[in-house]
């Protein structure tokens, strides 16, 4: 699209721009060392997450900030207008993906030194490979402005509701066989919910995305596989001939 | 019906909007569509400060 007579204000949505991008990479950095301190049982890294997300806050403030004056100075329209207001939207979203990151950082404080199932770990780091993959490309389609790509990402969370769903069974399962797991299982419950919730952001970047691009919503009902709400794990039954009311 | 070459007033205060240029009809339609969604590419650059 052409540039504006006046160039500064090109330069002011440039602007926007590039911290939306800064805020990306320190929200991808900020869930990969979570899930890597996680992982590895790392309370250094998990500290060092939870440091960095006072700089995305504070990213974001700017980009609301400058984003309300480029209103009050420009009286910008069309897309100019849906530029900004995007980009103070996800700005918000990419903020609370560093919340989630940083509460990962402080459940690995918790629960640090604990043993976790080695199966639900490797289910974590799936989920964590899958939202990470999700946003690295939404945070593409945003720099390339293409709709395609955004509603090709919203399209796909349903994989990582489906994940969580069984990692969910997995936990409840473990928990209820033995009862010592219960406290570290809880905190790896959140932290797996919390990676779904990273998800459900970028699905909300996405569809910004696509009214930034097109002016229109993007409709119609996303695939969803989120059936984690309903599960439910029932204990195996007494085997025979033990007296009732046993454990 | 009011002429102006000033966009606010022209958003504020009508409901259908016509962008004329030298004397050519560009595109008529609802103030909404013509300031937030223009279907034409010359009314999207005017609206916007790209000319005029």
């Known amino acids: ?247 | 019906m009011i002429a102006t070459p000033t966009m606010q007033r022209g958003a504020r205060l009508s409901q259908l909007t016509v962008f004329l240029y030298l004397g050519e009809l560009v595109e008529l339609g609802p103030t909404s569509q013509a300031f937030m969604n223009p279907g034409e590419k010359r009314t999207l650059n005017y609206v916007t400060g790209r000319f005029g």
Not at chain 1, 77 to 104: C, F, P, Q, T, Y
Not at chain 1, 134 to 140: A, H, S
């Open chain 1, 1 to 247: 699209m052409a540039d504006h007579i006046v160039s500064s204000f090109d330069v002011d949505l440039g602007g926007l721009r590039h911290s939306i991008g800064e805020m990306g990479g320190i929200a991808e950095k900020m869930l990969t060392d979570a899930t890597a301190a996680l992982i590895r049982d790392d309370a250094e890294l998990a500290q060092a997450v939870i440091a960095t997300d006072q700089r995305l806050d504070a990213l974001q403030r700017e980009v609301e900030e400058r984003g309300i004056l480029i209103i009050a100075r420009r009286q910008p329209l069309a897309v100019d207008l849906r530029e900004i207001v995007s980009a103070i939207r996800i700005a918000g979203d990419l903020e609370r993906v560093g919340d989630l990151a940083k509460n990962i950082g402080k459940r690995v404080l918790a629960i640090t030194g604990h043993m976790h199932p080695r199966r639900v770990m490797i289910g974590v780091q799936h989920m964590s490979d899958l939202a990470l993959g999700q946003l690295n490309d939404v945070l593409d389609a945003y720099m390339s402005n293409d709709a395609d790509v955004a509603a090709a990402v919203w399209a796909r969370d349903g994989n990582i509701d489906a994940l969580n769903n069984s990692l969910l069974r997995e936990l409840l399962t473990y928990m209820m066989e033995d009862p010592r797991s219960i406290s570290s299982c809880a905190h790896l419950l959140f932290c797996a919910k919390n990676i779904e919730r990273v998800g459900d952001h970028c699905t909300n970047i996405a569809e910004t995305i696509h009214y930034l691009v097109t002016g229109e919503p993007l409709v119609g009902d996303r695939p969803k596989d989120d059936r984690s709400s309903f599960a439910i794990v029932e204990p195996r039954p007494a085997s025979a001939g033990e007296p009732e009311g046993s454990l």
